[in-house]
């Protein structure tokens, strides 16, 4: 059964950093299997939105233009785990993150969330 499971959210003031780690089981984590790997946030009312997308061949990585330039994705296969460096932390990226895992074959895994409050 696939399972990913989110972690390394919570309370951060304005300006300080964070860093979201997503932890897949229950499938071959690596190059071959895995097509692109993203992370999404929600805030309340809101659409769920992309934030940040790596592509697994050639490592390819894009970015929501709010984000640019504070966020980083990035992967270790040998630990099946993408990350999400957040730095430079807004009020406005408080909203709860989900990672993403699309497959060669085009099934999407989805994870429960973790939540990412920004404030003073």
């Known amino acids: 059964q696939v399972q990913l499971a989110e972690s390394g959210g919570g309370l951060v003031q304005p300006g300080g950093s964070l860093r979201l780690s997503c932890a897949a089981s229950?499938?071959?984590?690596?190059?071959?299997?895995?097509?692109?790997m993203n992370w999404y946030r929600q805030a309340p009312g809101k659409e769920r939105e992309l934030v940040a997308t790596?592509?697994?061949?050639?490592?390819?990585?894009n970015y929501a233009n709010s984000v640019k330039g504070r966020f980083t994705i990035s992967a270790d296969y040998a630990k099946n785990t993408v990350y999400l460096q957040m730095n430079s932390l807004k009020s406005e990226d408080t909203a709860v993150y989900y990672c993403?895992?699309?497959?060669?074959?085009?099934?999407?895994?989805w994870g429960q969330g973790t939540q990412v409050t920004v404030s003073s």
């Open positions: 993403s895992i699309q497959s060669r074959g085009g099934t999407n895994y």
């Open positions: 229950g499938f071959t984590f690596s190059i071959v299997s895995i097509n692109a």
């Open positions: 790596a592509i697994s061949a050639g490592g390819r990585t």
